[in-house]
T-cell receptor, first 116, second 111 residues
Framework: DAGVIQSPRHEVTEMGQEVTLRCKPISGHDYLFWYRQTMMRGLELLIYFNNNVPIDDSGMPEDRFSAKMPNASFSTLKIQPSEPRDSAVYFC??????????????FGQGTRLTVV | QKEVEQNSGPLSVPEGAIASLNCTYSDRGSQSFFWYRQYSGKSPELIMFIYSNGDKEDGRFTAQLNKASQYVSLLIRDSQPSDSATYLCAVKATGFQKLVFGTGTRLLVSP
């Protein structure tokens, strides 16, 4: 398997523009996570899905952020409108929930977002 | 209080020494504990996990868990310059699949 695939790898956009980040989880994994990483706050969980259904979106910072998972092989994280404080590395991760203790999350390569 | 706390470092050790990385957590319902390594500009990758009190060894790595003290640590024996990275502690609570991460400890191993 190619692992978790994210696109784009880098995104530079102007404040106020819409940004869409994409993720393809590992085939067969039933959990998908979106994380944001900054120097100040570390790795923060934004939202996660189980079998394409959002389970916990309490980490989504505000209404400008939305995430969807229309099928088992694709998810998007959208920011509209984007702001400079959204600049961060956004990671998508997936896991297999069969072993409820040893949940290893496999991370994608991340999308480095810069909002100017 | 943060859910998972780590010293940001950097922790500097000479090559061949033992590096000791520590992590505390606040949720007593936490069930499983993970150590991830992240090289600069790369994504986190799992080193090992532990869910029973005591020690768990895997090669040069040993994870130690003390649930009573809400403390988990990672020991790296015979540290190598290639071990220089940020080490992230992650915690999973009972009944939940999400991992909550600490901010990481940066380890520097000098030749």
């Amino acid at each position: 398997d190619a692992g978790v695939i994210q696109s784009p790898r880098h995104e530079v956009t102007e404040m106020g523009q819409e940004v869409t980040l994409r993720c393809k989880p590992i085939s067969g994994h039933d959990y998908l996570f979106w994380y944001r990483q900054t120097m100040m706050r570390g790795l923060e969980l934004l939202i996660y899905f189980n079998n394409n259904v959002p389970i916990d979106d309490s980490g989504m910072p505000e209404d400008r952020f939305s995430a969807k998972m229309p099928n088992a092989s694709f998810s998007t994280l959208k920011i509209q409108p984007s702001e400079p404080r959204d600049s961060a590395v956004y990671f998508c991760a997936s896991s297999l929930g069969r072993d409820r203790r040893a949940t290893e999350a496999f991370f994608g390569q991340g999308t480095r977002l810069t909002v100017v | 209080q943060k859910e998972v706390e780590q010293n940001s470092g950097p922790l500097s050790v000479p090559e061949g020494a033992i590096a000791s990385l520590n992590c505390t957590y606040s949720d007593r319902g936490s069930q499983s504990f993970f150590w991830y390594r992240q090289y600069s500009g790369k994504s986190p990758e799992l080193i090992m996990f532990i869910y029973s009190n005591g020690d768990k060894e895997d090669g040069r790595f040993t994870a130690q868990l003390n649930k009573a003290s809400q403390y988990v640590s990672l020991l790296i024996r015979d540290s190598q310059p290639s071990d220089s990275a940020t080490y992230l502690c992650a915690v999973k609570a009972t009944g939940f699949q999400k991992l909550v991460f600490g901010t990481g400890t940066r380890l520097l191993v000098s030749p």
